[in-house]
């Protein structure tokens, strides 16, 4: 898949990825730094965009805690199967690529996407990001904190690159070390929270 020029994994990688059970981003339940957000939310009718899901722990806990409005966005279209077998007509499924998504969301959840995208891909998806956002929405999830050994993905970074990418387009709210990492993730990950920038100066 060539995405702005440069070559991106497409379906088929992931589908075998999935295939092969070689998903060592999928920690098989919601990550609590998430959860703990979303509990401390009081709208329920809020809508929520989920890039990447994946499996979509995150998302059948939205369902489960009655948000109302959360679509599920995934290349493969295994795991959004499964997110329909659990969460039944609570989840609107999509299967698409993010980079061809429409429509303009409250709030979009970040967990283990960013991380999956060569890094070449990283500043159309911090347009993107800001694209699909309505004004005032926010950006929310959690960004690796690391490098890894093995080529990517998934692919790592530092806080003061991601600030350096994000603050162009985004009110960094948050970028911060979290407590609730999993235990190997301990150290490792940032909680973030930003607010899409007026472009030009006007709201959009």
Known sequence: MLIYGI??????FWMARYDAGNTGWDIGYPAPALTAYFEALEDKDISILVPGCGNGHEVVWLAEHDFRDVTAVDLVAA???????????????????????????DLIMEQTFFCALDPELREQYVRKMHALLKPGGRLVGLLFNTEFEKEGPPFGGFEDTYRELFSPWFDILRMEPTPLSIPPRRGRELFVEMRPKPKNGVAV
């Open 79 to 105: 795991p959004l199967a499964r997110i329909r077998q659990r969460t039944g007509d609570r989840i609107r499924t999509l299967q698409a690529d993010f980079f061809d998504l429409t429509g303009r969301y």
């Open 7 to 12: 070559m991106a994994p497409d379906k088929d």
